[in-house]
């Protein structure tokens, strides 16, 4: 049996914590639960946890300064909830050092396969099931595509294009076969589609990373090696 991981849950809607505790229980995770930022803060640096769950609107210290105090001293890996629309929050939780960020309300699958992704050692990471290409890497199981351990935030379809891609890397794929393949032969719209959705993956991966990922073969289609 592999020994249970350590989580901080810090919120302060019982609901949810409630919720968050029996879940991550579940799990076989063991679960702490503070409902104070101060508290919080004091509980995430006298222990060890493997992660944090910090809710960003919280009693006496909110997330993001209980995030700042906590990374001048320890890098455990943190994944903010906010609320919807609060991309202040967001953009700043991951400047001062979130290693992810959900908003609320959030679906607890996700959730659970992000933190199954930040609480594994990057030697467990490169699983069997992961395909990897450099340092881009994608999971179809837990469906979480990451470049150099950072989550890549993909649609459904986004994400389905790069497996596909990646199921195929160092091959030349045309956009007819992308477009059967990916959106099904049902699909009556043009090939362009496939263009703008490799626009999409490049605008979230190779423009954020600099790095040209996906391959333009004129005439034949796209490659990623
Ligand atoms: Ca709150």
Not at 184 to 194: C, E, K
């Amino acid at each position: 049996m592999p020994e249970k991981k350590n989580i901080l849950v810090v919120e302060d809607e019982p609901q949810i914590s409630r919720f968050l505790q029996l879940e991550l229980e579940h799990e076989n995770y063991i679960c702490t639960v503070c409902a104070d930022g101060r508290e919080a803060l004091d509980t995430a640096l006298s222990r060890d946890f493997d992660l944090i769950v910090l809710d960003v609107m919280l009693p006496s210290l909110n997330g993001i300064e209980v995030l700042r105090r906590l990374r001048q001293q320890k890098q455990t890996p943190v994944i903010i909830l906010t609320a919807r629309d609060q991309v202040v929050d967001k953009v700043t939780g991951l400047d001062i050092g979130a290693n992810d960020y959900m908003t609320k309300p959030f679906a607890i699958e996700e959730l659970l396969a992000r933190i199954r992704l930040h609480t594994k050692n990057s030697v467990v990471q490169m699983s069997e099931s992961n395909l990897v290409c450099g340092r881009l890497s994608v999971n179809p199981d837990a469906r979480i595509a990451t470049y150099d351990s950072h989550l890549i935030d993909l649609t459904k379809k986004e994400f389905d294009l790069l497996l596909f891609l990646m199921q195929n890397r160092n091959i030349v794929v045309s956009r007819e076969k992308l477009l059967d393949s990916v959106w099904g032969f049902d699909f009556y719209g043009s090939t362009n589609v496939v263009d703008v959705y490799v626009r999409y993956l490049r605008s979230k991966i190779d423009d954020v990373y600099n790095v040209n990922i996906i391959e333009t073969v004129r005439g034949a289609g796209y490659v990623i090696r």
